[in-house]
């Protein structure tokens, strides 16, 4: 599966809005994090368009997120280590290689950006810097939701720290802000 029909897939089945534009900044980070990496972007981008395909479908069912996604993919003939990584960013297979750990502390990093950008007078990313985000990670009730614990796992899982991490997938996101609102 090429981009162009990744992409059709996802917004087939997410429409337009705010999870689209999620998977639009995963893609990003993901494609970044590949060349900081030296590993091959398009594998690690598609990860990152794709893993949330099936959201709209599993929302009342959070249980099924990610194997009805790992499903789609298989029956279009996707790569094993993209189907991997969509099963693991959602704990539903492990984690063993670099494209699935980089899923897995990107998704809620993008979300938690998004937030941080959204809160902000210019409501985008163009003026939000890395020392802002850490303010806000410490602030327990902004975007509660997000887990703060995947995102610094980025030392762990990448061998990044976070303030190289969190600059490199604003970086990313900042380059398609226009495609993603922000």
Known sequence: MNRQEAFELVRSRLGEGPTLNHCLACEACMRA???RFGEDPEPFGLAGLVHDLDLDETQNDPERHALVAAQVLQNRGV????????????GKAQRI??????????DPTTGFITAAALVRTS??????????????MKD???AAAVSRER??????ELGL??????????????????EIGL
């Open 140 to 142: 327990k009730r902004f």
């Open 151 to 156: 995102m610094v796992a980025c030392q762990e």
């Open 123 to 136: 409501r985008s990313t163009i003026d939000l810097e890395v020392p802002s985000i850490k303010k806000r």
């Open 97 to 106: 290689t670099l494209m699935a750990k980089a899923l897995w502390v990107v």
């Open 33 to 35: 994090l590949a060349f």
């Open 79 to 90: 790569a094993h280590d993209v189907v991997q990584a969509v099963l693991g960013h959602n």
């Open 161 to 178: 720290c976070l303030d190289d991490f969190l600059g490199l997938c604003l970086g990313a996101m900042n380059e398609i802000r226009s």
